[in-house]
């Protein structure tokens, strides 16, 4: 309902300087009047779109001054929901902002949901569906790169793109449906050929964005990165040596990992969420055995594989035992400890053996070679494609699958227009791509979806 007025915490529960209530509705400001009393500029809810008054939260019942605040009126339309909206600045404790919280929901307004002032924003066209997704991956962005990606969708450059290609799929229906009317009318070959051509145009934006889709959505959720390895091969201190920082713990003894353990880390703008794992070997010890568990499922999830071997022992069967696990991932293989032995390592060798032709050398203890892991992970998750300082970047798996849905009905419709298929025919392709690629942006949306992709959203935003 849109006629109601809703409340929520908009910042982090926790201790901080600032905490914010934030009402949204058509009962904003009169709730905001019931329980907030201003020291000066007692008319302050009359006239002025914005306003920012200083005053304190009062219980109306008791009277009693709940908390010293800033109250800040935002008038519709010209507010983020596009409603009144008032917003409570309080001093930031889970207490005073539970109690301002409920001095509020007193005096008529109700809890909103998850993403419902933003839902708001979207119902009444103060963004579309894919600037409101892009709201969420603001506030989620693990690397400023994924802010930028973030930030550009909320600009609106996925939507702008989205709705050209539905502009161009318009005007093709409107030419197919004026062949279904006047169907006595003999069409020349080279105006279905001109259409199969604009179709071609049309799929080649497309391909471009879904070329791009794979690389969004690593700056957007981040790369599962998986260090694996027999124990006491250095998984550990590679592990640290990324970070920065000990993390980890690190011993000579071999098991010392029991569980696994989880960080993300920042290359380059590219966030990886990296995993180190127990070593891999047959143990008696039940908690070593349920980390050793735990690392292969791990590794079935896995985005891409650090392969570490150890350069004192060589390659041994419980490497070989390990490579066997990772087949079909991609892989990069490291050389650990390298500055204390000679290469026991026989490289060809071992090429062949584990059919992987990247090997790199480092010494995660002394930090050598990490700058040159840190570009051959690089280079391997990216695979030479763009960056997210270039073209538009699809970042969210929903709009992959609606852009991959878009193409094949596209497609189709070239492939009837080529083979001079039935007018009809084309312009159920026709119309099924262009409905399907206003499922980005909302202009063909269910209630259902809408609701379910505001549901992923924290309350208060």
Known sequence: MLDDTIVA????????SI?????????????GRRVFQPKVNRDWYIKDNYKLVYGHVVDPDSREIIDEVLLSVMRGPRSFTAEDVVEISCHGGIVPLRRVLEVVLRQGARLADPGEFSKRA?????????????IID???????AGAKIAMAQLGGKLSEQVNELQQELLGLLARIEAIIDFPEDDIPAENLEEMADRCSGLLKIIEQLLDHADTGKIYREGLRTVIVGKPNVGKSSLLNALLREQRAIVTDIPGTT?????????????????????????????????????????????????????????FTEDDLKVVSLIKDKKVLVII????????????????QLIGYSDILEISAQKKIGLEHLEQSILNLVLEGKVTAADNILVSNSRHKHAL??????????????????????VSIDLKSAWEILGEITGNHVTEDLIDRIFADFCIGK
């Open 258 to 314: 029991r569980d696994v353990i989880e960080e993300v880390i920042n290359i380059k703008g590219v966030p990886l969420k990296i995993i180190d794992t127990a070593g891999m070997r047959e143990t008696r010890d039940l908690v070593e055995k349920l980390g050793v568990e735990r690392s292969r499922q791990l590794l079935h999830q896995a985005d891409l594989v650090l392969l570490v071997l150890d350069a004192f022992t060589g």
């Open 138 to 144: 603001i506030i989620r962005a693990k690397t400023d």
């Open 122 to 134: 979207f119902l009444n066209g103060r963004l579309d569906l894919a600037q409101a997704e892009s």
């Open 404 to 425: 991959e849905r878009a193409k094949h009905h596209l497609t189709e419709a070239r492939r009837g227009l080529a083979e001079a298929v039935p007018a009809d025919l």
């Open 19 to 31: 905490g914010v209530i934030r009402i949204s509705g058509p009962e904003a400001i009169a709730v």
């Open 336 to 351: 650990n400890k390298i500055d204390i032995a000679d290469h026991a390592i026989d490289y060809e060798q071992l090429k």
């Open 9 to 16: 915490i908009a910042t982090p529960l926790g201790e901080g």
